[in-house]
């Protein structure tokens, strides 16, 4: 197969070496394209590496035409628009491929190599993960090679030639690349993703159905990381509030009308007591405003620059807009705290209300047990408990897939499946809670995480999703209360989440070592937190951090551009004061003669400093002769035209580069050299 592949003319093979890093680069946006665009991209591929192998002649212009117009109408079909980043990436992904059939010229080489690197950062909407940054790295140095190669002479250059050039390419700009992140100023909205980048964004709902929440747990991916300053709290009290459920219509929790609680008498009214846990979390994008903190903060978790968040009268925090991208921010809790009003106030009827024509056998067990002789006179946290005990003694279990639900979701759980996941646990103790005229409603949000050994942090995933209980108790205002936590012990104390399915590599895996997929995946998930913290996090506030190490009292965007540029124009000073030394050291047309050798050097065409251009020339041409365009006769004639600048040219004036050995040291690096 090799051989076959280094058989093929040069224009075959460079075409197929492109077509390879085109579709590597595509490849990380095939979940995020339409279907029809994938594979029209692939089907295109595909097509042009068939037409350069077997040498065929490529479209017309007319078919080129057609497939552009109605590759625009689907676009506007699928996304409504030709505006916008879905139907800008599409439209760009079809350009690209699109173009590949047009490539008859350098000039349309040259528009498939930048097309493919405008592709290259759309990757980067949809996710900035180590992954993703570390594959397009390397598509940056595959079309870096390309580009190289275009513009090596004819013959056939071998592509490791120009993949090492590339790569010092790539290494050379570093420094550079390393200086532009750590001072170029960070000023919205020039510097970031578009603001819908983490659109439909997997987690949390502001509503919940039963059995939208146990879809969750098969979401390994993460939510939050949590840092804390000291030690931390037992995993039992790891509740991280979101969004709080309070309307209910017989199908759909909903939140509540707060206007109307607050109008009426319900407000946060929090108080807490004890001592407080100091924590950071790194938020990962949600395209909410929730910000997630642990069961209960006093004070406003300190943001990033651009939020400002609220408590809520549910005792939710709110930022003033959505987290489009990775956030960290500090926070401070009281795991021990009481909230809402002590005495009954009208407002708390929304947290009684159940909707009529639902859930009648709970209802009548709600009349059953307020009817019962020993519970006459018994406060709220008297039935509370007995409804617990149903739940600790009725056989109920606590699994990942019960089956689906119906109209009557609380009778079929207390009654007929009595199985069921968090939401269907909540959802039925609230609606019997309310059946018995107690104020009760659905809390949303996760509980739990993992240390991860490797970098100390506590990892709290989607599938750590959870939803708990607040019932109201006159006196103690509302009570957090659990019930998956009796039905499941585990669940909460120990943190033993449901099993998710494992793929075919995962079980091998497991099967050869138990602990080997653990320890990948806290490595990999460690690496990844640093990626988080120190290039995606690094805000504006770091670059200022930054300035005040090195002296800057009060820094200020305007000082990280003076240092920008100052350090712009030093390098720029030091590279020409290095030119200047290095061309009064030596002779150019000595170094260049020596920069020949070395390569006739490695072909196996050995010369010692006596050795003339002349000599050299007739080596290289007794060894690969003179065809007329062969590599060997341009090599020969230039190593000829080399020595002719020397000994026949008259010296440049004022000491500067002859223009005829400008001309040559141009050339040098266009030359086809013999591996």
């Not at 592949?5 to 490849?27: E, G, K, N, Q």
């Not at 439909?200 to 502001?206: M, T």
């Not at 990948?520 to 290039?535: H, I, K």
């Not at 065409?605 to 080596?619: C, V």
């Amino acid at each position: 197969m090799l051989s076959r592949l280094t058989a093929l003319p040069r224009d075959a093979r460079d075409t197929l070496f492109l077509l390879l890093v085109i579709a590597w680069v595509l490849l990380p946006q095939v979940n995020e394209l339409p279907l029809w665009c994938s594979a029209l991209a692939a089907a295109v591929l595909l097509w042009r590496g068939w037409l350069a192998v077997q040498g065929k002649p490529l479209p017309g212009k007319r078919w080129l035409l057609l497939l552009l117009a109605l590759t625009m109408a689907a676009t506007w079909l699928t996304h409504r628009t030709l505006l916008g980043r879905d139907a800008g990436v599409t439209m760009l992904v079809v350009l690209l491929t699109l173009k590949t059939l047009e490539l008859r010229a350098r000039r349309d080489a040259f528009v498939v190599f930048f097309l493919g690197f405008f592709c290259m950062l759309s990757n980067f909407f949809y996710s900035q993960s180590l992954l993703v940054a570390f594959s397009m790295l390397l598509g940056l140095l595959g079309l870096l090679t390309v580009l190289v190669n275009a513009h090596m002479p004819v013959g056939k250059p071998p592509l490791a030639q120009a993949a090492k050039t590339a790569g010092w390419m790539a290494l050379l700009g570093m420094p550079i690349m390393l200086v532009l992140f750590l001072l170029f100023p960070r000023l919205a909205p020039l510097w970031g993703v578009p603001s819908d980048a983490m659109t439909g964004r997997s987690g949390l709902s502001a509503s919940m159905q039963v059995g939208t929440i146990a879809k969750l747990a098969l979401d390994e991916s993460v939510a939050l990381r949590i840092k804390f300053d000291g030690a931390p709290p037992r995993k039992q009290d790891m509740y991280f509030r979101g969004p709080v459920l309070s309307s209910f219509d017989g199908i759909e929790w909903r939140p509540s009308r707060l206007n109307t609680a607050v109008r009426y008498g319900v407000t946060a009214s929090l108080a807490v007591s004890g001592e407080p846990l100091n924590y950071e979390v790194t938020l990962e994008p949600t395209n909410r405003p929730w910000v997630f903190v642990m069961e209960a903060a006093a004070q406003s978790p300190v943001l990033p620059s651009g939020y400002q968040s609220a408590m809520q009268p549910d005792l939710q925090w709110l930022a003033n807009r959505p987290f489009t991208d990775l956030v960290r921010y500090k926070a401070q809790s009281y795991p021990a705290f009481q909230h809402g009003p002590l005495q009954s106030v009208p407002g708390l009827q929304e947290f009684r209300d159940l909707p009529p024509g639902f859930n009648p056998r709970t209802l009548a067990l709600a009349r059953d047990i307020r009817g019962d002789p020993n519970l006459r006179g018994a406060d709220t946290a008297r039935l509370v408990e007995v409804v617990l005990d149903r739940l600790r003694e009725g056989g109920y279990t606590y699994t990942l897939e019960p089956g689906v639900y119906g109209q009557h979701t609380a009778d079929e759980f207390w009654f007929d499946r009595k199985q069921g996941f968090c939401e269907h646990i909540a959802s039925a103790f609230v609606i019997l809670m309310r059946a018995m005229d107690i104020p009760a409603r659905i809390v949303t949000g996760y509980q739990g995480g993992e240390l991860n050994s490797v970098d100390g942090f506590w990892v709290v995933r989607q599938s750590s999703a959870h939803a708990w209980a607040e019932v109201w108790q006159s006196g103690r205002g509302w009570v957090r209360v659990d019930p998956t936590s009796v039905v499941a012990p585990a669940r909460i104390g120990e943190f033993e989440r449901l099993v998710v399915p494992q793929g075919a590599v995962a079980q091998a895996l497991s099967a050869f070592s138990p602990t080997l997929m653990t320890q990948l995946r806290l490595f990999w998930e460690a690496a990844n937190n640093n990626w988080n913290q120190w290039v995606l996090n690094y805000t504006q506030g770091k670059q200022l951090e930054l300035l005040k190490n090195i002296g800057f009292e009060s820094p200020s965007w305007e000082d990280l551009s003076y240092v920008l540029i100052a350090i712009i124009v030093l390098a720029a000073l030091l590279g020409a004061g290095w030119t200047l030394w290095d061309r009064a050291q030596h002779d150019p047309w000595v170094r260049l003669l020596a920069r020949a050798r070395k390569r006739l050097d490695k072909a196996g065409i050995a010369s010692t400093p006596a050795t003339s251009p002349r000599q050299l020339a007739l080596e290289v041409a007794g060894r690969y002769g003179r065809q007329e365009g062969s590599a060997g006769r341009m090599l020969s004639d230039w190593l000829l035209r080399l020595e002719q600048q020397r000994y026949a040219a008259a010296p440049a004036a004022g000491g500067k580069t002859p223009p005829q050995l400008r001309a040559l040291r141009e050339e040098f690096k266009r030359l086809a050299w013999p591996a």
